[in-house]
């Protein structure tokens, strides 16, 4: 687990890296940052904080890979990249399934249950469009051959970083917030960054703008279904 120390020092050299164009490559296996009572007294919530925005705010491609356990702000503080990566037996989630269970049932007993409604393994935070792609592990895990997992994990990179060779400062920065806003959308928002060409607009399909009418007018719709039935009945009899 990683203490306020830590983020701030992953801010520095991800700022670094950020003066002289470096692309930022982050592993990440941690359950989450460390809840001890001096973490928090040295500004644990605002060292986490602090590690998303800087993240954001790249103008380099940022790449994290999941190699193991992805939990809480913990992992997110690192994780707010263009592109974010999963072992195929790796998970990630916003909380523990144990503390999800205490939480939402008084019962950390209840953390398979947990588990299973969070989504928290990489084949569904894939179809979810939480992340990008999935590196698959060898039988029994990527501990049962770590020089085959070495060189898929630098192939997924270098297969990543080559996709942003043509993009500008202002395109990577775009790709990134982008990825973030469409996360939970079916198309997210459009616009630029730049503050001054107005605020983002949301972009809309239209079977949403369909539901959306229906909802709105639903009693309107179900009058008008019955009156079609009953003249239907009518006719027919």
Request: with cysteine.
């Amino acid at each position: 687990m990683m203490r306020p120390e830590g983020y701030r020092k992953c801010i520095r050299l991800m700022k670094l890296a950020d003066r002289f164009q470096i692309p930022v490559i982050s592993f990440i296996d941690t359950p989450g940052a460390y809840p001890g009572l001096g973490a928090e007294q040295r500004g644990q919530a605002s060292a986490i904080a602090n590690s998303i925005e800087c993240c954001m705010s790249l103008t380099v491609p940022n790449i994290s890979i999941i190699i193991g356990e992805g939990g809480s702000g913990g992992a997110i503080a690192l994780a707010s990249s263009n592109k974010v990566i999963m072992l195929e037996n790796s998970i990630y989630s916003v909380i523990s399934p144990e503390g999800c269970a205490s939480i939402l049932w008084r019962d950390p007993s209840k953390s398979l249950q947990a588990a299973e409604a969070m989504k928290l393994t990489a084949k569904d935070l894939l179809k979810l469009k939480i992340i990008d792609e999935i590196i698959p592990e060898p039988l029994g895990g990527a501990h049962r051959d770590p020089e085959s997992i070495a060189k898929d994990i630098k192939f997924s990179i270098i297969k990543n970083l080559k996709n942003f060779e043509n993009f500008s400062k202002n395109e990577i920065y775009d790709h990134r917030k982008s990825k973030f806003l469409e996360i939970g959308r079916d198309q997210g928002f459009s616009k630029s960054s730049n503050v001054n060409e107005g605020s983002l607009s949301y972009k809309d399909n239209g079977l949403r703008k369909i539901q959306a009418v229906l909802n709105k007018n639903k009693y309107v719709v179900i009058g008008l279904v019955l009156v079609v039935i009953s003249g239907l009945i009518a006719t027919l009899s």
